[in-house]
C-alpha cells in the first residue's frame, strides 16, 4: 500500500507542475476554426514556447477573450506588434518593417459576404487574430487587437480524434 502511495504522490509531483507550466488540455467548441479544427478536438497547448519567443503570424494559439478573461478561444495570429492590418473585400494586407503583402489564406473557407473594411495599427504587445472560418467567428475584427498577456500558447498537438491527429496543427507560413 506505501509504494502505491508513493507512486501516486511521484505522479503528481511531475503532472501537475507540468499542467500548470508546460501544456495543458483544450477542447475545441465552436466553428471558427473550421474547417481545421471541429467541435470536441483535443488540444495540447504548448504554454513554454512564448516564454521564449514571440508568436509568429499563420500559427494557430489559444488565448483568454479580451472581454472575458474565463472564456478561451483559438485562432489563428495575422498581425504581429507593430504592423498595419489591413482587410479590403475580405482580403487581409499586411504593412509593417518588412513592407505591405496580402496574405496568401488557403486555410480560410470562402465568405459568405465579405467583412466590412477597416484598418487597424498595432501596438506593441498587440497581435490581430482570426479564425479560419470567417463568416462564424468573434475575433480581432469585432473585438480589436489581442494585448499578448491574454495569450496562454500555441496549439501543439491535435491529440484526439486520433485519425487527425497531427503536431503544429494548421500551422501556416506566410511568404514576407
Known amino acids: 500500500m506505501r509504494r502505491i502511495l508513493l507512486y501516486i504522490f511521484v505522479a503528481f ?20 476554426m473550421q ?19 514571440a508568436p509568429e503570424r499563420g500559427e494557430v494559439i489559444v488565448f483568454r477573450y479580451p472581454l472575458d478573461p474565463d472564456q478561451i478561444f483559438v485562432k489563428r495570429v495575422a498581425g504581429l506588434p507593430g504592423e498595419t492590418i489591413e482587410i479590403v473585400n475580405g482580403a487581409v ?17 470562402p465568405d459568405t459576404n465579405p467583412e466590412k473594411n477597416q484598418r487597424i495599427v498595432l501596438h506593441d504587445d498587440e497581435y490581430f487574430v482570426l479564425g479560419d472560418n470567417r463568416t462564424a467567428s468573434a475575433d480581432s475584427r469585432v473585438w480589436g487587437p489581442l494585448m499578448k498577456r491574454f495569450i496562454i500558447g500555441r496549439a501543439a498537438i491535435r491529440l484526439f480524434p486520433l485519425p487527425r ?7 501556416f507560413v506566410h511568404a514576407q
Open 13 to 32: 509531483l511531475i503532472v501537475i507542475p507540468m499542467r500548470l507550466f508546460v501544456a495543458q488540455p483544450f477542447i475545441v467548441s465552436g466553428g471558427s
Open 165 to 171: 491527429a497531427e503536431l503544429n496543427p494548421g500551422v
Open 35 to 53: 474547417p481545421l479544427l471541429q467541435p470536441k478536438d483535443y488540444l495540447v497547448v504548448d504554454e513554454v514556447s512564448y516564454r521564449y519567443r
Open 93 to 109: 494586407r499586411v504593412s509593417g518593417p518588412f513592407g505591405t503583402t496580402t496574405l496568401d489564406e488557403p486555410y480560410k473557407t
